[in-house]
């Protein structure tokens, strides 16, 4: 019911910026929170950041300082821009969505296909 358009990825070296965004399309009623995870090789994933409708951040501890999300509630997108990163930044990215579908407004949680993020010299 929730698709996605998800962009930005790539491969930088450490010091460098990138900005990825993720576009949720569907039978969106509302969306309560946006946000990131991310997942290394042999790792769980984990939350990098979110925001609420609200504009309410919360961030990891190892991106504080350095990644900044936003949100344009009008297109239903999420920006995530990555500063000063690091090889230990390196994943798949996947953009996440929490909120409500369809005429009964079905409380739903759903993820993108996910997004290559490569820091290395």
């Known amino acids: 019911q929730v698709q996605f358009v998800e962009s930005g990825g790539g491969l930088v070296q450490p010091g460098e910026s990138l900005r990825l965004s993720c576009a949720a399309f569907g039978n969106i009623f509302s969306i309560n929170v946006m946000g990131w995870y991310r997942q290394a090789p042999g790792k769980e994933r984990e939350l990098v950041a979110d925001?609420?409708?609200?504009?309410?951040?919360n961030y990891a501890d190892s991106v504080k300082g350095r990644f900044t999300i936003t949100i344009d509630n009008g297109k239903n997108t999420a920006y995530l821009q990555m500063n000063s990163l690091k090889p230990e930044d390196t994943a798949v990215y996947y953009c996440n969505v929490k909120g409500r579908v369809g005429i009964l407004r079905t409380q739903i949680t759903a993820w993108g296909q996910g997004t290559q993020v490569t820091v290395s010299s």
């Open positions: 925001i609420r409708q609200s504009g309410t951040t």
